[in-house]
């Protein structure tokens, strides 16, 4: 047999073969028969390499075959010896040395086998493959996936054919695996043997166990998994929780993928004090619709001795075949609970979120619009957990249930500036609204008369209008934008008003001139140069006096005093109480930005609002607001730097010479995964004073003893052994007690993660709600658990995730 090149001439050759492609696809070595029919490539530009290709042309790519020596007979046996190398686009081949019988088509990679493909690795000694049928041994096979960071170990893997392998006494883990000595990962997933089938996208283990430090956590003589990001149906991890209410809370999800589309998850929840807890969510996404179903049902609750549930329910769907409706869109969304404690006793179902605020919306949406013209059609129902009577019953722990509406007509005309045709000309907006307000309070009828507080428990219809006129000139220098609004309602009641009436009439305009400035210049600070502004902004507004204390309130509630809202002519948002306000409200705001890269160092700013007359339109319980000066708001944020951040807020009022609101907020973050925020907030502006601090924290521990800084590792945090402190406290100075409690340890060993977190959440003046949260994460694999890293997350500004990868890896970092 003649060497085709001399001995110690590295030898290079393209082939064009479909057994490339379909050696390619396997797990093992790719080895074809040498040709002589290479062919060109026509380069496209390219910025970057392809991770993938196209169907199409992963076919077509060529194969580079290099080694010390290669030689061989043609339709006989051709050998690459001597550091053997072939590359394919996904596929790299190392061996000292690589044999092909094109007679057998068998090929055979023996010492130090190395194949990279998509940036997983395989190792072994011997490979052994029949070219036609894929059919081979792989044996003392070691892996990495690029993924994931993971690897293993198998005695054997088995091909049966282009889709099918089977591998023999597997070890998975993503724990490091030492330069030298023995293997023995703190967790690891091991199995007597693996069906790994690229057809179907799935894996079968038998006899397969989950073991951490030694110890089986789980064990099952057969598992299926999905070989890839898909979803398969199968058991869920469970999760464990410890409640001091429920008791101690088992989980074990089971996921059914009914289709491509459609999905579905039952949650049976064990309480031991409570019982078995029956949960589930349905998914299903279509053309034109898409939506979920949670419920959960749990019959005799034995703290309470009643069944308990609840459900959910949301909807969208484009009705785009409605005639005569263009653009017409329906949303669909229930919120139901049994009994007024559910909030109480289940406080973190997955099935409501929300459900503290314990004002459950339910509502049915019809809307769309063509042109200028746009329509909805709502029907509304809320159930209110523990809602009072009425107003003057409220007792501690109740609140007041909004009205339904049943149901709600809105039209909206906004045509396209008619009178200038430009976009700077005069605009138009006109809204028209009918609606059906219901309430289940109760009011006192005395002789046929409403006596309660008609202004809250009266029912009724509401036909509004509200037009519209407004421009806005603009400019570099600065704006100014005078506004005319014309707001007319009708009401007819359910009962008589206590003035005996059953309608009223009211017609109000509102004139407005808002205008501000804008100046700006270049200064030193600090040794920095930066870009100042200064924007004083002035508001004068008008609205004339309608008497309408006996007005039931539908919808109207008073803004928040802030900066933002301050420069609105209705203190007021809703529609029943449209305030009688005369009034000049002015500021002033300063900016700095740093001309380097634009970013807003510093805002300061300072508003009043000074009242020309009486204002004698309020909600209920509030009294009259008398001419002359408001309080002073003062606003600031800073942030000189990325690390620290500050803001903070003032209500000052001038009378009392003393603040009634103060939120004064701080962020510290120098780093990754270090934060600490810290707010107080003091509000005597309500009924009940309120002063809370707020703190937020996730930092390393070796941090506060004076250690070095750890250094961060490529998808990990800051290495492995790593203590964090992390939590939230919310503390009320009024009530001399803790409100919200999340506290805890994560400990990062590398390749898991354990978490444990207290939680305590205060739900009335005598009772709160704590649970012990238990999470070990294997890295790249599962969690075993309670779902402590959402709560985590929900809960502490700016926390991160100790496995956060930003930069996943790519497949060509391997490629070696």
Not at 134 to 155: H, I, K, M, N, P
Not at 467 to 494: C, N
Not at 500 to 509: H, I, K
Request: with cysteine.
């Amino acid at each position: 047999m003649k060497p085709l090149l001399p001995a110690g001439v590295a030898a290079i050759s393209r082939l064009h073969s479909p057994r490339l492609s379909r050696l390619g696809a396997a797990l093992a070595a790719v080895v074809a028969p040498l040709s002589a029919g290479a062919q060109g490539l026509v380069l496209q530009p390219s910025l970057a390499l392809e991770e993938t290709l196209p169907p199409t042309v992963r076919g077509k790519t060529p194969a580079v075959v290099e080694g010390a020596q290669i030689h061989g007979q043609v339709d006989g046996e051709t050998v690459v010896q001597g550091q053997a190398v072939l590359r394919r686009h996904d596929v790299l081949l190392r061996a000292e040395r690589l044999t092909h019988d094109a007679r057998t088509d068998t090929a055979i990679a023996e010492g130090g086998v190395r194949v990279v493909r998509s940036g997983n690795v395989f190792e072994g000694e011997r490979l052994r493959l029949q070219l036609d049928t894929f059919e081979g041994r792989f044996e003392d096979v070691r892996f990495r996936f690029l993924r994931t960071g993971g690897q293993g170990e198998a005695s054997r893997v088995d091909f049966l054919d282009e889709q099918r392998a089977v591998a023999h006494q597997v070890r998975y883990s993503t724990c490091p695996r030492p330069p030298t000595g023995p293997w023995t990962p703190a967790w690891a997933i091991t199995a007597d043997e693996v069906l790994f089938d690229q057809g179907t996208d799935t894996g079968e283990a038998r006899s397969g166990r989950l073991e951490f430090q030694g110890v089986t956590l789980l064990a099952a003589p057969w598992i299926s998994f999905p070989l890839s990001n898909a979803r398969k149906s199968g058991v869920l991890p469970p999760s464990l929780n410890m409640d001091n209410r429920s008791g101690l809370e088992t989980t074990v999800p089971y996921y059914f993928n009914l289709a491509p589309n459609r999905d579905a998850t039952l949650y049976p929840t064990l309480m031991t004090r409570r019982g078995l807890d029956l949960g589930g969510e349905y998914r299903y996404l279509e053309r034109d619709y898409a939506g979920q179903v949670r419920a959960a049902w749990m019959p005799s609750d034995r703290l309470r001795n009643r069944d308990r549930w609840a459900y959910a329910l949301q909807h969208q769907h484009a009705l785009s075949g409605l005639t005569g409706l263009p653009g017409t869109g329906l949303r669909i969304q229930l919120n139901r609970v049994s009994d007024d404690d559910y909030w109480r006793d289940f406080p973190r179902t997955s099935v409501i979120t929300n459900l503290a605020q314990r004002l459950l919306d339910n509502q049915v949406v019809l809307s769309g619009g063509q042109g200028p013209w746009q329509y909805s059609l709502l029907a509304q129902r809320w159930q209110t957990l523990g809602a009072a009577a009425a107003l003057g019953a409220l007792q501690t722990g109740q609140i007041l249930a909004p009205y339904d509406r049943l149901p709600s007509l809105a039209l909206r005309w906004v045509p396209a500036y008619p009178w200038a045709g430009a976009d700077d000309g005069w605009r138009v907006r006109a809204d028209a609204e009918l609606t059906r307000f219901q309430t289940r309070r109760t009011p006192t009828i005395w002789d046929g008369v409403s006596v309660g507080d008609q202004r809250t428990d009266v029912g009724g219809t509401r036909m509004l209008g509200v037009l519209k006129i407004g421009r806005r000139w603009e400019a570099p220098w600065g704006f100014i934008e005078p506004s005319l609004r014309w707001h007319l309602r009708h009401y007819t009641f359910d009962q008589p008003l206590g003035d005996g009436r059953r309608s009223l009439n009211l017609a109000l305009p509102t004139v407005a001139l808002d205008s501000g400035l804008v100046f700006e210049r270049s200064a030193e600070l600090f040794g920095r140069t930066v870009a100042q502004t200064l924007e004083p902004r002035v508001l004068l507004s008008a609205t004339p006096y309608r008497d309408q204390r006996l007005l039931p309130v539908y919808d109207s509630a008073a803004y928040d005093f802030n900066l933002a809202t301050i420069y609105t002519p209705n203190p007021y948002g809703g529609h029943d109480r449209i305030a009688d306000l005369r009034a000049l409200t002015y500021g002033v705001t300063t900016r700095l930005y740093d001309t380097a890269d634009g970013r807003e160092l510093l805002t300061v700013g300072v508003a009043q609002r000074l009242r020309l007359s009486d204002q004698r339109v309020t909600l209920p319980n509030e009294s009259p607001a008398e001419q002359g000066r408001s309080d002073v708001l003062i606003g600031a944020s800073v942030a000189w730097t990325p690390t620290w951040s500050t803001s903070g807020t003032w209500q000052y009022n001038a009378a009392r010479r003393t603040s009634v609101r103060t939120v004064l907020a701080a962020r510290y973050q120098p780093g990754p995964y270090r934060v600490l925020s810290v707010a107080y907030r003091n509000n005597e502006t309500t009924v009940i004073r309120s002063q809370q601090l707020d703190v937020a924290w996730q930092w390393p521990l070796a941090a506060l003893w004076g250690g070095p800084p750890p250094t961060p590792r490529p998808g990990q945090a800051l290495g492995p052994g790593q203590w964090y402190g992390v939590g939230r406290v919310n503390y009320s100075f009024t009530d001399r007690r803790l409100i919200d409690l999340v506290a805890g340890f994560e400990y990062d060993a590398g390749c898991w993660i354990g978490r444990v977190v207290l939680e305590r959440q205060q739900q009335s003046a005598n009772s709160a709600n704590q649970r012990i949260l238990f999470q070990l994460e294997f890295s790249g694999f599962s969690r075993l658990g309670t779902s402590s890293l959402q709560a985590l997350r929900s809960h502490i500004p700016r926390y991160q995730y100790l496995r956060e990868d930003l930069n996943p890896p790519s497949r060509f970092e391997r490629y070696e």
